[in-house]
């Protein structure tokens, strides 16, 4: 299974951006798929994630009415678009996929750095 997450850059505080994942290597019917950040010297924590079957969605609270993750079943991609930026936004953000019936990441991405900044 690889994972490739991109759309990582540089945006301004109150901006918005959207990151991909593309998934390859299985099928993923009863998966889903989460996303992570890691900024500097912080633990890393749970952005959200997305069921590929329904497209169920899970926010963590600091993320919740900013953040939206969706799926394109065709492209096995999955999408997180974050809006109203702010510097504690800064980190690198990794995207990871689990079976629905497991409770650890099994696979992940290798990350894209996103930098909120003026």
């Known amino acids: 299974v690889q994972l490739q997450a991109s759309g990582g850059g540089l945006v301004q505080p109150g901006g918005s951006l959207r990151l991909s994942c593309a998934a390859s290597?299985?099928?993923?019917?009863?998966?889903?798929m989460g996303w992570f950040r890691q900024a500097p010297g912080k633990e890393r924590e749970f952005v959200g994630s997305?069921?590929?079957?329904?497209?169920?969605?899970a926010y963590a609270d600091s993320m919740k009415g900013r953040a939206t993750i969706s799926r394109d079943r065709t492209k096995n991609t999955v999408y997180l678009h974050m809006n109203s930026l702010t510097p504690e936004d800064t980190a690198t953000y990794y995207c990871?996929?689990?079976?629905?019936?497991?409770?650890?990441?099994?696979?992940w991405g290798q990350g894209t750095q996103v930098t909120v900044s003026s």
């Open positions: 990871a996929t689990r079976s629905t019936a497991a409770t650890i990441y099994k696979y």
């Open positions: 290597g299985r099928t993923f019917t009863n998966w889903l």
């Open positions: 997305i069921t590929w079957n329904l497209g169920t969605t």
